[in-house]
């Protein structure tokens, strides 16, 4: 039985491992492979699995909870939480699962050095600083203080330093290389104070790329891995990794001077075919990450972006590669598209491109590619290390 309502991401495991490898010769340092936020959205065990597959020897993530499910999952590298204890106990699971807390404050440092000493042991933590970000980190106001404060705490090995660039992605590079600077600073005062880090890392993904002075001994990679490509750096063509893929629900018959959808919005210049799609905003469909600053910048840019959108707007969906126009409103569950002159029937399937950040769907299946072949579709759980 054919069903029709039924939706799937399709994740490319393949397209994301060459990516990964793309990235890794252009940068010509060791790669973090970032998966927090389920790995963007597309599965934080199988994409992990498939990287370390690809070489990759460090994950990052957010919080401690995503670590543990890592190494339950198989992963053996080194996992870096972007994130520091705030008990006792999350440092004795960051101690049990081997997992590389971050510090950017004394209370994650005094928590972590006491619960190493208890167990008798040391714990390697990698030191956070702040120059631009305002987030997490260790303040530049007082590091010689901190720093002094921390070379008492015996029972950390300091084995690296970082910090987060705040605005790589901009046209102009001023802030990005004031806060290299700042962090320069940063890695020099260390060795004065007697802390000598083994890792230095700046770059995310854009910063990567676009910063060849930036990648230190390691750049945290993130977006990229799937195909997110807001860098200026061409030399390097990365492959979407994602996609839904829903059947057409319905097929109308619409005459000229019709509505269509909510608001009225759309009217059908001539006689059209337009096909029902199970799918809509809710589940992400043309939801997008907007800049929700107060600043006039942002303002201008999301205005900029909503224009260009609305006199030139991008396809998000294919039948067999060829786009078709959204029409009208998109709904909460379904989207009319115009099939007029496409040779389609209900229950065809299409394509639609949704960022899987946002994509709420029911499964996702998994593809591995041979010389651009596809030889496997895995379902969700069923990746085997």
């Known amino acids: 039985m054919l069903d029709a309502q039924k939706r799937y991401m399709e994740v490319n495991l393949s397209a994301i491992k060459r990516n990964y490898d793309k990235i890794r010769q252009e940068v010509k340092v060791p790669v973090m492979a970032v998966v927090k936020g389920d790995a963007y959205g597309h599965g934080l065990e199988e994409v992990a699995l498939t990287l370390q597959q690809a070489g990759a020897e460090w994950f990052g993530v957010e919080f401690l909870k995503e670590a543990i499910e890592l190494r339950r999952a198989g992963v053996r590298g080194r996992i870096l ?39 008798g042991t040391l714990c390697r933590v990698h030191l956070k600083f702040d120059t631009g970000m305002g987030r997490f980190g260790f ?16 029972n950390l090995v300091y084995e690296g330093a970082y910090t987060h660039f705040s605005d790589a992605f901009a046209r102009k590079s001023d802030y990005t290389l004031r806060q290299l600077s700042c962090f320069e600073k940063v890695i020099e005062n260390l060795k004065k104070a007697g802390i000598n880090v083994t890792l230095r890392h700046a770059a995310s993904s854009v910063a990567a790329m676009d910063f060849p002075e930036a990648r230190m001994d390691m750049v945290r990679v993130g977006g990229a891995l799937f195909g997110v490509t807001m860098f200026k750096n061409k030399s390097v063509e990365l492959e979407k990794a994602s996609c839904v893929k829903v059947r057409i629900f319905e097929i109308r018959h619409l005459v000229r001077g019709s509505y269509i959808g909510y608001g009225r919005t759309y009217r059908a ?117």
């Open 139 to 154: 303040g530049l106001e007082n590091l010689d203080e901190i720093l002094v404060k921390l070379k008492n705490y015996t």
């Open 81 to 119: 939480c972007f994130t520091a204890p705030i008990c006792r106990e999350d440092c004795e699971k960051f101690m049990e699962y081997d997992i590389t807390p971050t510090v950017y404050n004394l209370d994650s440092a005094e928590l972590l050095n006491k619960a190493a000493f208890g167990k």
């Open 269 to 385: 210049p001539k006689d059209m075919l337009v096909g029902i799609i199970p799918v809509g905003y809710y589940e992400g469909l043309k939801v997008q990450r907007r800049n929700y600053t107060y600043s006039v910048s942002g303002l201008i840019k999301n205005i900029y972006h909503d224009v260009k959108d609305f006199f030139r707007p991008q396809p998000v969906v294919f039948i067999n590669g060829r786009p078709l126009k959204v029409l009208g409103r998109i709904g909460m569950q379904l989207t009319a598209v115009d099939l007029t002159g496409v040779k389609a029937k209900v229950g065809d399937e299409v394509t639609v491109n949704i960022d899987p950040i946002y994509y709420k769907g029911a499964e996702k299946i998994y593809i591995v590619e041979e010389e651009g072949k596809s030889v496997g579709r895995l379902e969700e759980n069923g990746f085997l290390a």
